[in-house]
C-alpha cells in the first residue's frame, strides 16, 4: 500500500535511490522448483542498461545483479528472493547545483512537497533507475512463463510512426537496431532524428507497443482487476508514461459496433482482435496488445527557468548525460512489468481453477 | 484480491448480476462523522439511470439505493456502509436466445472459459449494470471530498471531437444536453449522430474527459501506485474501456521536452498542464486531466454470425434494449471512479502526513 | 485494511450493526461449480442463533439467511456471493438508557473515542451479532471443503473443564448438549453451573477447543502467515476473545524438549501432536488441534457503577436479555472461523503448487 | 500474500536464509522526516546475538546491520528502507547430516512437502535468524513511536514463573540478568535451571510477558483486525511460539463477570486491567499486556530417532551449537513485533482521524 510493492501473489517490493548505496528488491511469491537462467536475467538488464548505445545516456553503470535468497543450487526454493544492484557511477557532484532547485516536470517539486524532505541527488527514488529491478523481476518471471512470450518495441519516435500491421511485424528484428524498432527503415531514420534532437539539447517522446502470445484463456479478475486494468497501470507506473491502450484503444472510439466486433470462429479464435486478446477483463487467448505513451524527457541539455524551494525564481542548467528519447530503454521495461502482471494473475488464476471440473 | 475490491483504504466492495435480486456494495474505511446527504447519491445515480433520454437505452430501472449499515442519525459512523439496488426490470426472458451462444466482442466467452458456468441473463456479472454501485460510492465519496470538483464530460463521439481546451470549457453546460458534451453545437451534432447510428442498428464508441480541481498537492504513492496509474486502472476497469490518458497523453509522445516542460511559477503553480495534474506519480495542484476511450456497444440491433458453447456456428440475433453509444452514461461513472481514487490516496496520505513537520 | 474484511483469497467483508437495517456480507474469490447445499447454510447459523436454548440469550432473530448474488441454478459462479440477514428483533427501547453511558468492559468508551460517533443501540457494529455472517460464509466455506472436516465444542466453563485426550472425545456427542461439550456427565454440570450464574445476575466465561481433521500438508504461508498465526488472528477476531493456544500451548512451555518433540513414523505422522498438527507455520497432516478462551460476558442483570460520555459517574443497570455464558454458541463461530482460514490458506497454496514437479 | 510482509501501512519484507549469503528486509510506508538513531539500532539487534550470555546459543555472528536507501542524511526520506546482515558465521558442513533427514518437530518435514525442495543448511528460511530482520524493523519502529514504551520480559522458564503483578514489576531490571527476567531471584534460579537443562542435552520453554505503555486511546480496526488480534498473529508468528494472551487471557475464562469486568474511573482509566488495554479491539488508554508461549526449542544435543525423505528410519544426531531455551532472546523480538503492530495501526488510525471533528 505504500506504493513499493507490485502485484498480489508474485509480489516484487523495490528499494533504492539512484545514489544510494544500490538498489533492488525482493520478490516474494515465486513458485518452488523453477531451474533459473541467471545469465539470461543479466542479459535483459543489459537490454536496460545505460551506455549501450549512442543514442542513450553515457553514464555507466555496470548494472551486475546479485541475488542474496530464496535460490538453493539455482532452483527457486519458494521462498523471497532478494536481489541488489549497487550503485556505480553515481557522480553525486552532478546534482549539487540542483540541490534546492525545483527542474521543470520532474518530480522534484512533488517529492519535496509530499516528504518535505528529498534525496536530490539525481532524482533519487522517483529517477527512472529504479526500473532495473524491475527488469530483474521481469526476466524471472519470464523464465517462470516459459510457453509465454513477451514482444515490445518501438513503435514510434516523435511524429514517426510504424504503418504495419502487428501481423506483419518481423519481431526478431527489434534488437538488430538501437532504436528497438523492428522495420530497419524507420529505424533508421528514428537513430537519426533522435540524434539530431540531442544534437539541440532536446528530447523527444514516442510509444512503446507490445504483444504477448500464448497467454492462457481465463487470466484477469472481474470487475476491477481487469487484465487489461492491470497492465494499464503497471505501464502508467513506468516512468515519464502519459497513455495506455489495449487493442483498438483510442482510434477504436471513432468505429461502429458493426466494425469494431470481433468475431469468432469456430476454432475460438477471433477474425480480427479490435479488443487487443481482453473481453470483459479476461483473456481470450488472442494475442494481449497495447501500446504505452512516453513523454519527452524532461532533463534537457539547455537552461530553463524554474524557481527553487524557497519559491524564488532559478535557473536550471543543462547539465549532466541523459536519454534524448527513452523509448529504445523502455522496451525491455515494458516486457519486465507485462510479464510480472501476467504471472501475477496466473497464479491467481490457479488457486481457483482445480475446483472447475 | 478476487477482484471485487476498489481501493486499498476507503474501499468498495461491489456485488451482483444484471439480472439477479440485486447489486449493491460495502464501502469500508469510509471515516466517521461525515454528515450525508443521501439524495444527492440518488441523483447521481439518476445521471446513469437506463431510460433518462432519447439516446440511451430504454431499459426502465428505478435504480433506487437503500442503505443498510454505517449510518446513524444521518452520519456515517465509521463501520461498514452497505448498499443495494433492487434489479427491478429483468426481463430474463430477453435473453434465453443467447444462452448458449457467445456474444461477438462480450464477456459470454471468456467467462464461460474461466469459470465452467456462467449466469447467462443479459451479461450476469459482465453487465455495466454493475457500474451502478460505482456511482454511489462515488457520490458519497464526493460528499466526504467537500473541496474537490469533479467534472467529466463527453469529449468526442465518433469522430465528432471537442476542439476547445480545458480552460475554455464551461463545465454548467455538461448536463444541459442529453449528450453530456458542454459545447451545445457539438452537443446537438452528436445527439444527431447517434440516433442516426442507432436507426442502423449499430453502436459507436467515443470519449470521455475528466478535469479534477483543487486536489491537494501530495496525493500518490511512488513507484508502483503512482496517481495516474491508480486512475488509469480505475478507467481501464469501467465496462468497454480501451483506453487512458493523462495531460499530454499520446499525442505529447510527438512534442519535444523543450515545449512540453511545465515551467513553474513563483507561487508554485505550472504555466502549462501536460503533465496533467502529476508529477512522478504525486499531484501537484495543478487540475487532474484525463481522457478515457469507450469502444462501441459490442450488443448490436442486427443479426450476427458467432459460435456456441458446443463449438458450432449461431446466431446472435439483434434484440433488447441497448445503448447506441455508452458514453452520456458513462461520465457520471468516470467521476465515481475518479472521486474513489483520489479519497483513497488523500486518506493515505494523511496517514504519514502528521509526521513532516 | 480498514478491518471488516477477513481473507485474502476467499475473502468475507462484512457489514451491519445489531439495531440496523440488516447484517450481512459479501463472500469474494468463491471457487466457481461449487453445488451448494443452501439448507445447510442455515443450519449452522442456527447453532448460533439467540433463542436456542434454556442457557443463551432469548433475543428473538429468526435469522433467516437471503443470498443476492454469486449463485446460479444452486452452484457458485465464481462472482461476489452476497447474503443478507434482516434485523427483527430490534427492541431499540432496550438501550436508551446506556445511550450516553460507557458500560464497562464493552466497547462503548473504545469506539466513542475511536470514531467520535458510535450508533449506541446494543452494541452497533461491537456487537456479536456481527459473527452471525461469519457463520455463513464459514458454513459456505465448508461446503467447499468437502472433505475436511471441523469440530468445535466447549471444552471449559469457569472451572469445569474437561479432562479427555482429543483422541477420547466422540465428536457426536457435542450436539446432543445444548451446552456443546461432548462429555454427557460434564456437560450436564456445565449446564446446571451456567443457571446458576444466571440466577445471580452473573456471567462466565469457558474455553471453546477445536480439532481439525484431514487438513492436507502444506498450508500456512511462512514466515509472517504462518498457519497457527492466521488461526490465532482469526480467533482473536471474535467478540470477547482473550487468548489463543495451538497444540501444547501454554502447559507446553514446561516441558522439556526431548518430552516435546513430535517424533515422525515412517507413515509421516507423529507419534503425539503437542505441535497441534502445525511445523513452521505449515500444516504437516496431522489433527490440527487449539484452544481459545472467551471471557466472561461483560452485560451483567446487575447494576454496576461507570461514566458517562461527559465524564459524570452513571450507573449501568442490569437490563435486557443476555447470555450467561457465550461459550455454547460460541462453538459454531469458531469452526466457521476457522473454516475461514483453512479455504483461504489453501487456495493460496493451490495457486504455487502445480509448478512444483 | 506470499507470506515474507508484515503490516499493511508500516510494511516490513523479509528475506534469507540463516546460511544464504545475507538476510534483511525492506520497511515501506516509514513516514519521512524521522531523525534516526542507528546505533539504537544495533543495540536492540544486539539483544537478539547469538553468543551474548552463558545460556545462549554460543554460534557467533557479529550481526551488523547496513542499510542501503530511504535514509538521506540520517533523516528517513519516505521512501523504502531496505537492509541486510550478512552471514558470517554459516558452518553449512554441520548441517550436512541432516540434508535428507526430517528433524522432529522442526519445518524440515512440512518445508519439504510444501515446496519439493528446500535449502536444508540449519533450517534455511525456517531458522529462527530470521527474526534478525524483525528486530531491525522493530527498532526503528520505536524510534518512530518515541512516547510509547515496549517492555518485554521474561515471565517464566519451565515451571519457574514470575508471581508479581504488572504494577510491581521494575523493568529496569530486565536487562540486568542474562535471562531478563526483571525479578533477580527469580532470574538466578532460571538460570541455573537453563544451564542444567543445557548439560542434559535438552531444552525447556518459557513464557515472555509484554506490557505496552502510553498507547493511545483508538487503535485497533473492528471487526477483523482488532488490535489484540493483529497482535496475536505477530506473536504467533515468532518461531516456536505456541500461544497468546491478552490481560487475563485463559486465567479469565474462570472469572465472573462481576469480578471482570474494569470499572470506568472519571479520568476515563479503569481501576482494573483484565482487558489487558483493549476493549472491543481497539486500545483504551490503559497499559497493553499480554503473554506468549514459546515451546523447548526442538533442536536436541540428544540423537533422536526420526525418519528421511525416503520415509527410510534415519537417526537425528545431537550437534551443533543451538539454544537450550528460546525465551531470553525472544524477549527483544517480541518488543519488536509489537512496535511494528502499534506503529502500522497507528498510521491507518491517523488516515481517517482527522475527519472526526
Same sequence: chains 1, 2, 3, 4.
Avoid at 477471433?270 to 477483463?281: D, I, M
Avoid at 524557481?307 to 529504445?328: L, W, Y
Wanted: hydrophobic share 35%; charged share 25%.
Amino acid at each position: 500500500m505504500p506504493g513499493n510493492t507490485f502485484g498480489s501473489f508474485f509480489k516484487l517490493t523495490t528499494f533504492g535511490e539512484s545514489h544510494g548505496v544500490a538498489i533492488g528488491g525482493i520478490i516474494d511469491g515465486c513458485p518452488a522448483g523453477i531451474q533459473l537462467n541467471l545469465e539470461a536475467i543479466q542479459q535483459e538488464l543489459d537490454r536496460r542498461r545505460p551506455g549501450q548505445s549512442a543514442i542513450v545516456t553515457q553514464r555507466k553503470e555496470a548494472d551486475e545483479v546479485i541475488f542474496l535468497s530464496g535460490i538453493f543450487e539455482g532452483v527457486t526454493t519458494g521462498t523471497p528472493i532478494a536481489f541488489e544492484i549497487k550503485n556505480q557511477d553515481a557522480k553525486s557532484k552532478d546534482y549539487s547545483h540542483i540541490k534546492d532547485v525545483y527542474r521543470p516536470s520532474h518530480a522534484d517539486f512533488t517529492y519535496q512537497k509530499k516528504y518535505g524532505h528529498r534525496d536530490y541527488r539525481g532524482g533519487g527514488r522517483s529517477s527512472a533507475r529504479e526500473t532495473a529491478s524491475r527488469v530483474v523481476a521481469g526476466a524471472l518471471a519470464k523464465q517462470v512463463l516459459k510457453n509465454i512470450s513477451f514482444h515490445a518495441f518501438t513503435y514510434s519516435v516523435g511524429e514517426l510512426s510504424l504503418k504495419k500491421t502487428v501481423e506483419e511485424i518481423d519481431f526478431s528484428l527489434t534488437e538488430k537496431s538501437i532504436t528497438r524498432c523492428p522495420d530497419p527503415k524507420l529505424a533508421s531514420k528514428m537513430e537519426a532524428y533522435i540524434k539530431n534532437v540531442r544534437k539541440q539539447g532536446d528530447t523527444v517522446g514516442g510509444v512503446v507497443a507490445c504483444v504477448i502470445k500464448n497467454v492462457p484463456v481465463g487470466l484477469g479478475e472481474p470487475v476491477f482487476d481487469k487484465l487489461h486494468a492491470e497492465l494499464g497501470k503497471a505501464m502508467l507506473s513506468i516512468n515519464a508514461v502519459k497513455g495506455f491502450e489495449i487493442g483498438s484503444g483510442f482510434e477504436g472510439t471513432k468505429m461502429l459496433g458493426s466494425e469494431h466486433n470481433d468475431k469468432i470462429k469456430k476454432d475460438e479464435t477471433t477474425n480480427s482482435n479490435f479488443s487487443g486478446g481482453v473481453q470483459g477483463g479476461i483473456s481470450n487467448g488472442m494475442p494481449i496488445y497495447f501500446k504505452v505513451a512516453f513523454k519527452p524527457v524532461a532533463t534537457l541539455m539547455q537552461d530553463q527557468k524554474s524557481i527553487d524551494i524557497h519559491q524564488q525564481e532559478a535557473n536550471v542548467k543543462g547539465k549532466g548525460r541523459h536519454d534524448p528519447c527513452v523509448v529504445p530503454r523502455a522496451v525491455p521495461i515494458v516486457e519486465a512489468m507485462a510479464a510480472l502482471v501476467i504471472l501475477d494473475q496466473l497464479l491467481l488464476h490457479q488457486a481457483r481453477k482445480e475446483f472447475n471440473l
